[in-house]
């Protein structure tokens, strides 16, 4: 496979551009399809991105004369059913029909040396299955994308990709992570590595990775991961030239999420100044694949000032992955009070600490010490920093900070103790990853102590938040990364308490996947974690099937942690 296919590139845009980013024609016009359809087909299994996603038969001026003259039928505004369907069925391709199958070229049945430590037989026999997903879940983008991209939202990509499923028809940024890691595990390093060829082609288009590679995802990003996923392939493959090629596009991504409207300066109870980073949407504006979701959302809200903020609010936290969540709201039972632009995220600053290390070693590796310096210097800045605002050592636990009281246009913030968000989520203890803090052992052991007692900790895995808010990232839903990152920190300590901790969590969340398995015949985007093998819910679309990272992060548990014989796998 050549390394990285050469891809187009544009001007760039950063935060330092502004803090809105233009939506396309076409994006704007399938806005107001989604609306209609809505009036016509009613709010029942109605999904909004469906509109947003589908690919023009014709030129986008002979699709709008068709639907102006549609709506111009005395009607109410509301096309008749019929006529909209005919419309749909005579201008419009299948939503995800410019995705097409492809088998991935290192996908084989049965890998050599595939999970050497899954003794049990039906386990293995799972996990081959889990496996064969992949196959499923591959596509590449089909040549009228290339060819005719005024006609699709779905971005061009120059290598196959990898989807999560269901809805989610294209690229997704963190996602990515997980299904790295479940491909590393399936010995698929070619598919892998062009993951990452296509995460670095959207840097070099937008200067940062998109949420998702749709046009209409281009205001925002999400949870900076790639350095991880280009460290974990080189871990494994040894192979310097993804790293050359990675470096250039991670310095940029580096850039996007420390300045302008992403960096947030801010003095310590010391006086010590830092600089931290944030989530923030480039957009004011609903999101086009929940256009009307959000407009219903923002309906209460008295005037357009008070909207747009709430728009930006959404998109910010939709950049953030956890869309959404009490952990973003100054009230937890009312969406419109989300506050994501006023929050230091830990998370976000534990994967930009990551970037900075990783960045070190890679600029190492390739012989530049004036760039690894620098980066080693900015990630133990961080690391004070993230020591100083976030830890806790009464609750032994990182919290994230909220900017209140304080205006935006504030040069330095001063950090209060009583700006700490007390509540208790996942992500409070997502700092373990970074092996900088998984090493110091005494501080892991309180760590394990402090989840232990958090009440996080439930039968089938360990619950997003302890508050129940009907939103998907709150109580009773587990979700895979969190899993993931929590155990596998804990698993790489050198505590043997923390190992165990960490083995525990992953045995209970390899049966609920197992047990949903056998039920519905597929993986899932999230579960209860009150009950083995039961569902997630909540949030604003249906649970979602495929699911892209809980394959990945089954298969890498069962990698790391094996699955003896007697050990039995049912609930």
């Known amino acids: 496979m050549q390394l990285c296919s050469p891809s187009s590139t544009i001007n760039g845009s950063s935060a330092d551009a502004g803090t809105m980013l233009p939506t396309s024609p076409l994006v704007s016009f ?27 038969k014709h030129s986008l001026a002979a699709t709008k004369a068709a639907f102006s003259d549609l709506t111009q039928s005395p009607c109410d505004g509301k096309i008749p059913a019929t006529e909209l369907k005919v419309f749909l069925a005579r201008y419009f391709e299948e939503a995800g029909s410019d995705l097409v199958l492809a088998l991935p070229v290192d996908f084989v049945p049965e890998p050599a040396a595939f999970l050497p430590n899954v003794e049990n037989p039906i386990v293995r026999a799972w996990a081959l299955e889990v496996h064969s997903l992949w196959k499923n879940l591959s596509r590449r983008v089909s040549d009228s994308v290339k060819d005719h991209p005024e006609m699709h939202t779905l971005l061009p990509l120059p290598e196959p990709v990898v989807v999560p499923g269901s809805r989610f028809r294209e690229v997704y940024y963190w996602d990515s992570y997980w299904t790295i890691r479940g491909l590393l595990a399936s010995k698929m390093y070619d598919t892998a590595k062009a993951i990452v060829c296509n995460l670095i082609s959207l840097i070099d288009t937008y200067g940062h990775v998109l949420n998702g590679a749709r046009s209409y995802y281009s205001n925002r990003s999400q949870p900076p991961l ?60 609903p999101r086009p694949e929940s256009a009307t979701t959000d407009e219903e959302s923002a309906s209460k809200l008295s005037n357009d000032v008070e909207k747009e903020k709430f728009y930006r609010e959404l998109a910010s936290t939709a950049e953030s992955g956890w869309d959404f969540s009490s952990r973003w709201m100054s009230n937890s039972s009312d969406l419109t009070t989300l506050s994501t632009t006023s929050i230091l995220p830990v998370d976000l600053n534990a994967f930009l600490f990551k970037m900075e290390h990783d960045i070190s070693f890679f600029a190492e590796l390739v012989g530049d010490g004036f760039t690894s310096e620098k980066f080693m210097k900015a990630s133990k800045a961080r690391y ?66 402090s989840l232990k007692r958090s009440g996080l900790v439930h039968a089938a895995g360990i619950a997003t938040s302890l508050s129940n808010t009907g939103e998907q990232w709150d109580f009773p839903n587990g979700w895979a990364p969190l899993q993931h990152m929590i155990a596998e920190g804990l698993a790489k300590s050198g505590s043997m308490k923390a190992r165990s ?31 083995c093998g039961k569902i997630g819910g909540g949030g604003e679309y249906k649970p979602q099937t495929g699911f892209g990272w809980s394959n990945g992060v089954v298969l890498a548990f069962l990698e790391e942690f094996g699955w003896p014989l007697d050990r039995d796998i049912d609930c």
């Open 501 to 531: 901790v960490a083995e525990d969590i992953a045995i209970k969340w390899i049966k609920t996947n197992y047990a949903a398995y056998n039920t519905t015949g597929t993986m899932h985007e999230k579960y209860d974690v009150e009950s």
């Open 384 to 449: 004070a920093a993230m020591k100083s605002i976030f830890w806790n050592a009464t609750m032994e636990q990182w919290l994230d900070y909220w900017l209140i009281d304080q205006s935006d246009d504030e040069l330095v913030h001063q950090w209060k103790a009583e700006n700490q968000n007390r509540n208790i989520f996942a992500s409070n203890f997502i700092p373990v990853w970074m092996e900088t803090y998984s090493s110091d052992r005494t501080n892991v052991n309180k760590i394990v102590n």
């Open 226 to 285: 790639l350095s991880s996923m280009v460290f974990d392939i080189y871990k494994r493959t040894g192979e310097l030239a993804l790293v050359k090629k990675a470096l250039p596009a991670l310095l940029k991504e580096h850039h996007f999420w420390n300045s302008g409207i992403h960096k947030v300066a801010i003095k310590d109870v010391h006086g010590r100044r830092h600089t931290l980073s944030r989530y923030y949407a480039m957009w004011n504006k």
């Open 30 to 56: 399938l806005q107001s399809l989604q609306s209609a359809a809505l009036k016509t087909f009613g709010p029942n299994s109605f999904d909004p991105k469906l509109y947003v996603d589908l690919p023009l």
